[in-house]
């Protein structure tokens, strides 16, 4: 039974490994005029045409803001369908009265490819009694052949934005740049990007 249960244990672990995807935060901008805002109420949007992955990305923003002591409002919950409009989203700051907007936006998806070449490795050709008379099956065995073929793969990278505004005048309090190489995960990418955007804003005394 308990054989049983570790290994359950370890495949549940392995599940979750896998369903994760490779998220990397490349650039953070801080704006030097505006003084540590101490945020405890944000408004998180997430800019998207596809309404299932909006909610999902506004849900794990906001749950890693709620761990970290911020009450965040979910712009779906304000905010139409088909929200994105300016005149939207002022009523939801002011319905939400938060004291920032983080916003979240994939701006580009770009293709990239990557070629794996081939390889022999050393072999002294094909075989014959005649002409190798001493070879016996070590000797063969010893030298066979390994051979692998080139291969190309293709894969997307999505860039991401995400921007922290200033419910009250408006300006970029914060700014990052993530990447993803894995886009079509939502789920996966949502949470990795949540956690490290909100580890990003606690590091740099923001939350």
């Known amino acids: 039974m308990r054989q049983l249960l570790r290994t359950a244990a370890l495949t549940v672990l392995g599940s979750l490994i896998c369903s994760c995807a490779a998220v990397s935060l490349t ?5 030097p005029t505006l003084p540590s805002p101490g945020l405890k109420r944000v408004l998180v949007v997430s ?3 596809n309404d299932a992955s909006r909610r999902i990305y506004e849900d ?5 803001l709620a761990g970290h002591g911020v009450e965040p409002v979910l712009g779906y919950t304000l905010m139409p369908e088909d929200g994105g409009k300016w005149s ?3 009523k939801a700051m002011k319905k939400a009265s938060a004291q920032a907007v983080l916003t979240v936006q994939t701006i580009k998806v770009q293709q990239q490819t990557t070629v794996q070449p ?3 490795t ?12 001493s070879w016996d099956l070590y000797g063969y065995y010893g030298s066979l052949a390994n051979y692998g073929p080139a291969y190309i793969s293709t894969y997307d990278v999505a860039t991401m934005q995400v921007n922290l505004f200033d419910a009250a005048s408006g300006k970029l309090i914060w700014a990052a740049t993530l990447k ?13 990007l949540a956690k ?12």
Request: aromatic share 10%; proline share 7%.
């Open 196 to 207: 490290k955007v909100v580890e990003a804003l606690v590091k740099a005394g923001i939350i």
């Open 47 to 49: 800019i998207l045409k």
């Open 118 to 120: 081939g390889y022999v």
């Open 180 to 192: 993803s190489d894995e886009p079509e995960k939502v789920t996966a990418v949502g949470q990795e």
């Open 60 to 64: 794990m923003l906001g749950n890693e």
């Open 27 to 31: 650039d953070t901008w801080r704006n």
């Open 122 to 133: 050393t072999y002294p050709g094909m075989w014959y009694p005649e002409a190798f008379p």
């Open 88 to 90: 939207e989203l002022d």
